[in-house]
């Protein structure tokens, strides 16, 4: 079946700890997309990849790191600069980063900072 | 820039009761037009789309009609189930900023037998 998975589903990481959230999609879209939800919320983008090697800033960039080696996979790090790291973090894909395309997420991530 | 306003939550309803979630947009270019739901502590899924004014999105029972006059895409089912509980967003695509979503800040819909 394809979909989008993300991993792990729960992560505890002490503060001042840089964390890696993986994504992995097997939909073959060329779009990925690293969204953050906060309690009482809607998504905030962090950023987004239309292209394999190529990625852009969202709204909410700072503190995050992304990188885009394989169309497949569209990882997140939450650096140690990021003020309030702990929140519910969502990744999606689409087929193409231009269109009015349907966006597939993945479970999310729940992240937590001690 | 681009934004959604949806209607602020949480509703609660019986069941069979009927369902009217708003939702209005601002745009630049013509966007497309979704609904996603959110069940918990799981990511979203489309519910419906529409694509260009005037067209309606409908899937399990729920509809919404594209209204470019007025920038509106409310979000409708004549006959809620428990099963319908959960978090649903109004989102807009725009194609003229490189596909990139806006979404609403979500309404939490509970139903009760």
């Known amino acids: 079946d394809g979909g989008i998975t993300q991993s792990p589903k729960y992560l505890f990481r002490k503060e001042g700890q840089n964390v890696t959230l993986s994504c992995e999609q097997n939909l073959n879209h060329d779009a990925m997309y690293w969204y953050r939800q906060d309690p009482g919320q809607g998504l905030r983008l962090i950023y987004y990849?239309?292209?394999?090697?190529?990625?852009q800033k969202g709204d909410i960039a700072e503190g995050y790191s992304v990188s885009r080696e394989k169309k497949e996979s569209f990882p997140l790090t939450v650096t140690s600069a990021q003020k309030n790291p702990t929140a519910f973090y969502l990744c999606a894909s689409s087929i193409s980063g231009g269109g009015p395309d349907t966006q597939y997420f993945g479970p999310g991530t729940r992240l937590t900072v001690l | 820039g681009n934004s959604v306003t949806q209607m602020e939550g949480p509703v609660t309803l019986s069941e069979e009761a009927f369902l009217t979630i708003n939702c209005t947009y601002t745009a630049t270019g013509y966007p497309s037009l979704f609904w996603y739901v959110q069940y918990p502590g799981e990511g979203l899924q489309l519910l419906l789309k529409?694509?260009?004014?005037?067209d309606k999105g409908s899937n399990k029972g729920f509809e919404a009609t594209y209204r470019k006059e007025t920038t509106s895409f409310h979000l409708e089912k004549g006959s809620v189930q428990v099963s319908d509980s959960a978090v649903y967003f109004c989102a807009l695509s725009d194609p003229t900023n490189a596909g990139k979503s806006t979404f609403g800040d979500g309404t939490t819909l509970t139903v009760k037998p």
């Open positions: 990849s239309q292209i394999v090697n190529d990625f």
């Open positions: 529409a694509t260009k004014a005037d």
